[in-house]
């Protein structure tokens, strides 16, 4: 029978992040299990490649701490590029009461060591973006080292050197169940063959409470869908400019190639595998675009260029990292809420830590477990886009 010290279920850029991780920490005999023909046709390659520190609870904040740097240097440490291009995100207040709140995250983002973060007032936005609706506009903050990245292929760089260092990765294979004995798990089971190992690793993204389930463990993680829409080439707005976040409504876009990608929360989403984008969103975010950047108020799009993802949303908007106490062996790192493609180095980094040594240095891993929803421990992140 096939053994592996450790299985990952799922491809996607958590998979790869914690399959490089544990083998650039020595631990070689990995085995990652991904049930699509190809890896990415999950979240990861939906999302909008955002990353960024600036967060309302310390923990997401360390988090950052570690994946920026480490996106900015990770052509050099995996000889591969991730397209880490540091062009900011920029809150834009419109209220005292959103300002104050951006003013106490920028004193934790201080004190945890975040450089590069500033306040900025209203009339440096104005004259930074003159594009912009300022009238209701107090303030903001602004972080340079935040941006963007390409989340694909950083998941493939992560993927090929983790292969290098001895992981394998089966495609096009599902794993379907979970298998124990007194000692905790012994194997799972697969679409190719059954593989012997104690340390399964579920990094199946939207579809974690399913794989949670063969194992008997109930996961708070939903999938709620996120759509976005691409603009044809438009020239009347910088391309230099960061993620620009209208703290009014939600709406934020950023440039993409030679247009801007235009995202917006909607609040009547409801929970579900919806992966069919909704042609109705197209009116919903080019309202709120234009009501904040009125000369998007033309700006064409083609809905056939328009795509809808899932987030993998947990009740607090934090992930669930590490061990499960009733599952020996099955270890966590699922509903990132939005973050995963930011929080991916160091979610490889603090899983790799858990289960090659039961501790990391990184985080206050206990912050972030499974058993906080049992202990009502949970610590709202409302810096959620
Ligand atoms: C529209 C949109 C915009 C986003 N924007 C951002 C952003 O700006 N910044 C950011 O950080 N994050 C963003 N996100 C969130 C981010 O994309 C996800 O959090 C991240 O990709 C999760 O990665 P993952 O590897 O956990 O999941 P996935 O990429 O979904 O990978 C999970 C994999 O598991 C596989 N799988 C599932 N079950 C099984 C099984 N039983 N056996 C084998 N394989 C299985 C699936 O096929 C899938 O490939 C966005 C998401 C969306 C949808």
């Known amino acids: 029978m096939r053994t592996a010290e450790v299985v990952i279920v799922g491809g996607g850029i958590v998979g790869a992040s914690i399959a490089y991780h544990l083998t650039a920490a020595g631990c070689r005999d990995v085995l990652m299990v991904e049930r699509e023909t190809h890896q990415g ?16 609870t310390p923990v997401n904040i360390r988090m950052s701490l570690y994946s920026i740097p480490f996106y900015a240097s990770f052509e050099e440490r995996l000889g591969y ?5 540091p062009q900011g995100y920029l809150f834009c207040a419109t209220s005292p009461a959103q300002m104050n709140y951006l003013s106490a995250n920028y004193e934790k983002q201080v004190e945890l060591g975040l450089k590069g973060v500033r306040l900025v007032s209203a009339g440096e936005i ?4 003159p594009q912009l609706r300022a009238d209701d506009i107090v303030g903001g903050s602004f972080c340079g080292t935040d941006g963007f990245v390409d989340p694909y292929s950083a998941m493939v760089g992560f993927t090929q050197q983790a292969q290098e260092h001895g992981a394998q990765l089966w495609r096009d294979t599902e794993v379907t169940g979970i298998a124990f004995d007194e000692k905790g798990i012994c194997a799972v089971e697969t679409t190719r063959e059954r593989v012997s190992t104690r340390v399964v690793v579920n990094a199946a993204g939207a579809w974690a409470a399913q794989l949670a389930k063969l194992a008997g463990v109930d996961l708070p993680v939903e999938p709620l869908r996120r759509m976005l829409v691409p603009t044809e080439p438009f020239a009347d707005f910088p391309h230099t400019a960061p993620m620009i976040i209208d703290m009014s409504n939600g709406f934020h876009f950023r440039p993409e190639a030679l247009g801007f990608l235009l995202a917006w929360a909607d609040p009547e989403e409801t ?6 984008f909704d042609p109705g969103f197209i009116e919903k975010v080019l309202t709120r675009a234009a009501s904040r950047v009125p000369i998007f108020e033309n700006v064409a799009v083609n809905p056939k260029r328009a795509w809808a993802g899932l987030y993998e949303m947990t009740p607090d908007h934090h992930p669930i990292l590490g061990a499960v106490p009733e599952a020996p062996g099955l270890y966590l790192a699922n509903g990132f809420s939005g973050h995963g493609v930011m929080h991916a180095p160091a979610t490889g980094k603090v899983l790799s830590d858990l289960i090659l040594h039961g501790a990391t240095e990184l ?3 206990g912050l972030l477990s499974y058993t906080r929803f049992a202990e009502d421990r949970l610590i709202h992140e409302s810096a959620v886009l």
């Open 41 to 56: 046709k999950g979240s990861t390659g939906k999302s909008m490649g955002g990353v960024r520190a600036q967060f309302s």
């Open 81 to 85: 590029p991730c397209d880490y291009r």
């Open 126 to 129: 104005r004259g930074l973006y």
């Open 271 to 276: 929970p579900g595998y919806k992966f069919d």
């Open 363 to 365: 985080i206050d891993a």
